[in-house]
């Protein structure tokens, strides 16, 4: 088991209410840790504590908080209630994250929202938090969320697409820091989930779509990942393989190599030559 992962260290959840978040913490609280749920006020905050509780986890042992993560302010209050009452933090998994659908012209208005929270929360989590951990000494485990949209970026999304591949290029900046920085004992992970049936993508539906993973699937993937000492945690589910995440990715990457156009596996001269490379 990773170090960071010891019973009686402490985690901190981001986007903790439900879905992915809510998985996470509660596997965390499973193995042990004292685990602080933040997330934006309301019913699922309120709730979420009660969840783990009722899988097991003392009741002194979780705390919640409301935070938006696009408020530095409020992510530094964060580390000082998390630090004030449990100690210092050991794992740290920025997920907090949105998709309301943007438009490359912003019709929506929802650019620089998506923005704040999707890239700029990981990002301030990250510098408020990180510094700390190093300084305690103790090991660490800085886990954001990415998402496949942040590397193959398909056309439909802009802004979420830019906001994963910004969450992308930090996080590899991250590690490259910190296994650098002497005396440093924590580690940053890339965690990139596959179709994953919750709130955020469940677009009214009422029912897990066959093809897509559950949260406690993916987050089970994402520990056995960090186990194994991976970075880029790039998860399968019911409909897509490794094998075909990874064509699909050596493909974007290759629009840059081979000098074609951008998105060319959308484009129509190109996309039946991807089709018939995908099926080799």
């Known amino acids: 088991m990773h170090s960071a992962l010891a019973n009686g260290n402490v985690a901190v959840v981001t986007g903790g209410a439900s879905g992915i978040g809510l998985a996470a913490a509660s596997h965390l609280a499973g193995l042990g840790l004292r685990v602080c749920i933040a997330d934006l006020p309301g019913p699922a905050l309120d709730a979420a504590p009660s969840v783990l509780i009722a899988q097991g986890a003392a009741e002194a042992d979780v705390m919640a908080l409301a935070t938006d993560v696009s408020d530095r302010a409020q992510l530094t209050a964060l580390a000082d209630a998390v630090e004030a009452r449990f100690g210092s933090v050991n794992v740290l998994m920025n997920n907090a994250g949105m998709q309301p659908g943007s438009s490359i012209f912003d019709a929506e208005g929802n650019w620089d929202r998506i923005l704040e929270v999707n890239m700029g929360g990981i990002i301030r989590g990250s510098q408020i938090f990180a510094p700390r951990m190093i300084a305690s000494g103790a090991p660490g485990l800085i886990i954001n969320t990415g998402s ?8 439909g999304d802009p802004a ?3 906001s994963k591949a910004g969450v992308k290029a930090f996080t590899e900046a991250l590690q490259h820091e910190l296994r650098n920085r002497e005396g440093a004992r924590v580690e940053a992970r890339l965690f990139i989930p596959g179709f994953v049936y919750t709130p955020l993508t469940a677009n009214g539906r009422t029912e897990k779509p066959d093809d897509a993973w559950t949260p406690e699937q993916v987050v089970a993937f994402l ?3 960090v186990e194994r000492g991976d970075f880029y945690i790039l998860c ?11 064509k699909r990715i050596l493909w974007a990457a290759g629009d840059i190599t081979e ?6 596996r959308w484009h129509p001269d190109y996309g039946d030559a991807f089709k018939a490379w ?3």
């Open 148 to 155: 496949k949209q942040g590397i193959t970026t398909p056309p």
């Open 160 to 162: 979420y697409n830019v």
């Open 223 to 225: 520990f056995e990942s």
């Open 236 to 246: 399968p589910d019911n409909d897509v393989d490794r094998a075909t995440d990874v």
């Open 259 to 264: 000098n074609r156009p951008p998105l060319s």
């Open 278 to 280: 995908l099926k080799k």
